[in-house]
Every structure is written in structure tokens, then in C-alpha cells.
């Protein structure tokens, strides 16, 4: 398990550099995109890329074969793309397409080779409707576009987890509830009021489950999406 070559697509960011960390400290073989660098990761591991704005994908998974040689486990937990545009369905196609393109592409891969698995981040917000009440008087939105993509996300993995499936290709999604990062006291304790912590998720709670998908018993798995919300859609 330990030899795994895991590309992490957004390894950066807030919940992708905790599983990066988490990852590397397990010994693991850990490659990251990213839009920004991470001063902790070797420059041979990294490769800087901002995948809202490029559209060639073919190129980009290319391109990262190319540079870390072989890569058998993919988990993409990249953020949408800020909001660009006055036509809510522009930005919902904007943060689907590296997730339809990308989990595309990187089944055709582990299908050649047959074996693999993918992980999508998705939100609770594609398994249930906004709470809006959560946001009012908050400085933080919860846009149309977000909550349709990330409920897209869930779908789109099950069809390929299904085009694939003979293939040994495993993908699965993981819908994560809110993570703590600066929010304010009013939007918190909103929040708290629908999950048994009375709290908002720590960046590292989902590291532990990871590690659990990354082993060989849990290759049954495909397909499904597991919901990491604290009882968030109870």
C-alpha cells in the first residue's frame, strides 16, 4: 500500500495540503497540482498548473504522466473558480468541467492499465438544499452555481465508477460539510446548530478516511458517496 503513487489535483489548498501533509507522513508517494506552490513539497513533486483556467485536459494528464512517471490513486479537491460571470450556468459548466474532464481522461488511463482509483470532493450542498438560513447576515454566499456542480460531481463519478467498472477503476466521492477557516462567530455558531460537534469541521478530520479508501479491502467501494458532514443532512 505504502509504494501508491497518489496525485492530489489542488494539494494545495485548504483540505488538499492536509491530505498532502497527512499523505507524506504515511509514506506515501504524494504528487500535487496546484495553482499555487507549497514551499513543503519537493519541486519534483509539484507541478504548477491552474486548472480552472486551462481547458485542454488531454494535455494536462499527459503532461503529468510525463513528470511523475506513473500515478495510481487520483483525488481531486479543487475549489470552483470565482465567479466571472452574470450567467450562473457559465459558472456552473466553469467548476463541472475539470471534474467531468479529468475523471474522464484519468479512468481511460487506469483502464489501460487496469487498475486505479479516483476520488472527487464534493459538498453536502449536492446531496441536500442550501440551509440559507446559515447565511443570512453572513458575508459568506452560497451561490446556485456551487450547490448544482458539486450535486453534478456525485452524479458524474457514479456514471463513470459504472463505465468503468470492469476496468478495476474505483471512484468514489466524498461530500464534505463546512471546514473551519476564519469564518465569522454568527456564521459559526448558525452553522453549529445542525451537527453533533457544535462546530465546524477541522481540515484533518478527513484524513484518517482517505487512508481507509487508499487500502486494498476497501477496492469493493466504487461508485458511492460518502457523506462526512458530522449529521449536517440529518
Do not use: W
Not at 446556485?144 to 478495476?168: G, H, P, R, V, W
Amino acid at each position: 500500500m505504502i509504494n501508491k503513487n497518489i496525485l492530489i489535483i489542488g494539494g494545495s489548498g485548504l483540505v488538499g495540503a492536509s491530505i498532502s501533509n497527512f499523505l507524506i507522513k504515511k509514506k506515501f508517494n504524494v504528487y500535487i497540482i496546484d495553482r499555487k506552490k507549497n514551499k513543503k513539497f519537493e519541486k519534483n513533486n509539484f507541478l504548477k498548473i491552474n486548472i480552472n483556467e486551462k481547458s485542454d485536459y488531454k494535455k494536462i494528464v499527459k503532461y503529468s504522466l510525463k513528470k511523475f512517471k506513473n500515478i495510481d490513486v487520483v483525488i481531486n479537491c479543487i475549489y470552483p473558480a470565482k465567479q466571472k460571470s452574470k450567467y450562473y450556468y457559465k459558472d456552473i459548466i466553469k467548476h463541472l468541467e475539470p471534474f467531468i474532464k479529468l475523471t474522464k481522461e484519468f479512468g481511460e488511463y487506469f483502464s489501460k492499465k487496469k487498475g486505479g482509483q479516483i476520488i472527487n470532493f464534493a459538498s453536502i450542498y449536492g446531496k441536500i438544499l442550501p440551509r440559507f438560513e446559515i447565511y443570512r447576515s453572513s458575508r459568506i454566499k452560497m451561490p446556485i452555481d456551487y450547490a448544482i456542480s458539486k450535486n453534478l460531481i456525485i452524479q458524474l463519478s457514479k456514471f463513470y465508477a459504472k463505465l468503468y467498472l470492469k476496468n478495476k477503476v474505483k471512484i468514489n466521492t466524498i461530500s464534505l460539510g463546512g471546514i473551519f477557516d476564519k469564518q465569522d462567530k454568527k456564521f459559526i455558531k448558525k452553522y453549529s446548530k445542525f451537527v453533533g460537534s457544535n462546530n465546524l469541521l477541522s481540515s484533518n478530520d478527513i484524513n484518517d478516511f482517505i487512508l481507509y479508501l487508499l487500502k486494498s479491502n476497501s477496492m469493493k467501494f466504487t461508485g458511492q458517496d460518502f457523506c462526512f458532514d458530522d449529521g449536517f443532512t440529518l
